[in-house]
């Protein structure tokens, strides 16, 4: 009779690295799973700045949440995004892309949605400065970084020529160090040799950072480090700096005592700070948990709600012992919470024990041949730090059909500065018939070589 | 003093196939070459459906084209959108993409702009059936292709699954037949076992042609063979049919004896004809060149415009014995009208011989082991054409660094059915806080498994 018992449904919401080593947890549970993402993809977050920076492709770093999952016959994935908690109820409503909603009713919920990017109440920046969250956004990276050395090269004037070769980088952590050493790698040596007019090797990258230190969870000494690397680099590093205006011309920071300057840049890009997203807000209200400054959900010990057993918070959103927002914490807390779920399925009495963060350490990659890298007394930098990196990253891509692809392109890379994946679009401008012969704005006559 | 003399200024309008080889065709000629394109690449354009598919990323079938010309000193690229050509002024009138315009001055013109997608008249039918030209018109049909399964296993009810699971594709040239093909195997063959409610398997394809036959061009033998083979693979023929209405839920079409059909599909895609873009309208105009019906300008046997020595139409846009619109036409073209030109400036008096096509020949690709062939008295249908396809594309890839990654991605596809490129971008819908507890518009609860 036991197998005609309905199975304790399970839902996980978000199929980043915590909800999917969740699902992974109850393979061989006697439950059923429900994946609901507003994506149809994994996303290998660690290397989207090489997707933005056009060495690795969208498939190399994301892959179909269902091809993942497709041995995992109890697991259901639902295209759709979740957005609202019915905790009493015990369903989580979402919308599907093309309309239309659906309820997913749960026995045990895990939440898992991640945080977005935040522009500390200017959302109205988000328009000008992309962030680097998701693959739409490393797309949009893409076309900005490579359409301003093409802006550059047909500017009317040396002062337009400036300001499209000039960068600002607003966040110093991971992401921004990554991007900054990524575009002046492009600049002095991907693109050498195919502009007629610029030199992309004047390309200047501005990072500002309102704390004293890049990449200062790494700890001072290698922190001081990644400066001296970046700086070498030739990126210019603003720390203790404030954006207080941005536009699509440049941005105006504020020094800490006070002064205000502007720079002129028409490409900023935005990794400076991260926002629980609405469902993390919608739950907390419902189930009546607290949230952090950022709106991470506050979770005991063992993950769950306060007064909630029956759900949990994992990833990125959960706030717990100021756990950072790594890979490696999401994925060892979801993997937690789906055994958790797998131990109650199985009847197991015994209280869990607490989850235990073992952290394995973290790496930051500035540049070719240079990276930082710190797990626990060990701190490496330069050319260490870059080969352990590399091993890292080819390891971590285990699971991906991807990771031949990925190792190919960073030789080819590494070795030629040659990008591979550098084509990006732009918006189509003709379903008018031929325009007036006289053009408007400023009008350039291009000169002879 | 030769060597101050200013160089002969060629503007290459246009960087397909016919631009970028009238581009080579002059690279040992003493002039300065400026190429302009609205897209910063070169697009192989042959393979633009396995982009589409899931199979290939965009930098597999889309090189940047000054990345391709590094290596010629004298040409310089452009990103601009050529809207207008001062015949008598002999200068090129752009528009740069972030604002601006520019005007590039010639003494020799080429024009090869290509064609892009016509609608016939219904450009209103192009939000909801993508067209498939561009690079952003692949990623569209992408998104679409994959989202559709996703939307049909989440669906309310029988009936609006069944839409999600009938894919409508207009036009029976090589580029409906391949996604048709496509469609039918990544149904069968890639999403196998990955879904839960729903069976791939059963997506319906239906193929509308205006003419009796798919694949025309082949000839009748070829085309037949391609029909039975579209038919085994489980793809509807609807020969003889005209399209009259199109909205996001599906079209209507008319028969040869007057009677309309409805056809209820959620993914429209249309490849059914082209037409010029609106610069050739404004350059047949201002050169008084005649246009044929789809807006090809009608050239000399020396591809000069009459009266206009100095102005060349190569490749899809020029209309010239019926010349179809083939990579190898565009090819052919281009490097006559390069090398033209060289002549030209090497003061070779002699009249030039007339532009003849070599007729090389068309493939078509249909599925996994199915491909039409034909080369002059040559045939190939089945597994011969297939490997004749695959010879051909294989060698054709050879300029492409990514030659190696293209075999390995169809060696893969082929063997496993598995593609890497299946992740897509879906807009955000975030900005807003959580939404109102009761959705709106249809509600489906999921049941359990």
């Known amino acids: 009779m036991e ?12 199929g980043g690295f915590a909800g999917l080593f969740a699902a992974r947890a109850l393979r061989r549970s006697p439950v059923a799973v429900t994946l609901v993402d507003r994506r149809a993809h994994h996303l290998f977050q ?26 995992h016959a109890n697991v259901r994935c639902l295209l759709a995004d979740a957005t609202d908690v019915d905790v009493k109820g015990r369903a989580v409503h979402a919308r599907r892309p093309e309309g239309g909603s659906v309820v997913v009713p749960y026995d045990d919920l895990i939440v898992a949605v991640g945080m977005r990017q935040s522009y500390f109440g200017h959302d109205e920046f988000a328009v000008h400065a ?39 980088l607003v966040g110093g952590g991971p992401t921004g160090v990554e991007l900054a050493g990524q575009i002046r790698e492009i600049a002095g040596h991907t693109l050498d040799r195919e502009f007629r007019t610029i ?31 970046l700086h070498d680099l030739g990126v210019e590093l603003h720390l203790g700096t404030r954006v207080t205006d941005l536009d699509a ?15 002129a840049a028409r490409t900023v890009l935005w990794t400076a700070g991260v926002e629980a997203p609405p469902l993390a807000r919608a739950l907390a209200k419902a189930a009546g948990a607290e949230q952090d400054h950022a709106g991470r959900i506050a979770v005991k010990p063992d993950l769950t709600l ?71 007394p060990v701190h490496l930098s330069g050319v260490s730090g870059w080969l352990t990196w590399l091993f890292i990253h080819v390891a971590f891509l285990t699971g991906f059909r991807s990771r031949l692809g990925a190792a190919l392109s960073w030789a080819i890379v590494f070795a030629s500065g040659a990008r591979r994946e550098r084509a990006f679009t732009l918006p189509d ?19 002879g070589p």
Chains 1, 2 share one sequence.
């Open 130 to 168: 992309p962030g680097m969250k998701t693959l739409a956004d490393a797309l949009e990276i893409r076309r900005r970084l490579y359409r301003a050395f093409e802006m550059a090269e047909s500017a009317a004037d040396a002062e337009e020529r400036r300001q499209w070769l000039t960068f600002a």
């Open 199 to 229: 030199d992309p090797l004047q390309a200047q990258v501005l990072l500002f950072e309102g704390s004293d230190h890049v990449l200062g969870t790494f700890g001072d000494r290698l922190a001081g480090k990644a400066a001296r690397t």
């Open 429 to 447: 401008s003709d379903p008018e018939p031929a325009r007036p012969r006289v053009p408007h704005g400023s009008t350039a006559v291009l000169r």
């Open 249 to 263: 011309r440049g941005l105006t920071v504020q020094e800490r005592d006070g002064t205000t300057t502007r720079h």
């Open 46 to 71: 660690p290397l989207l700045y090489q997707c933005a920076a056009g060495i690795l492709s969208e498939g190399q770093i994301a892959q179909p949440l269902r091809a993942v999952l497709r041995r």
């Open 306 to 376: 306060p007064g909630h057993p029956e759900i949990r918070v994992v990833g990125d959103a959960m706030s717990l012992n100021h756990l950072p927002g790594l890979a490696e914490v999401a994925m060892q807390s979801g993997a937690y919470a789906g055994r958790a779920v797998r131990h109650t399925v199985e009847g197991r009495t015994r209280k869990p024990k607490p989850f235990r963060y073992r952290d394995l350490g973290a790496a930051a990659y500035i540049c070719r041949g240079r990276a930082v890298v710190k797990a626990g």
């Open 3 to 14: 197998d005609h018992v309905t199975p304790r449904r399970v839902v996980i919401v978000g």
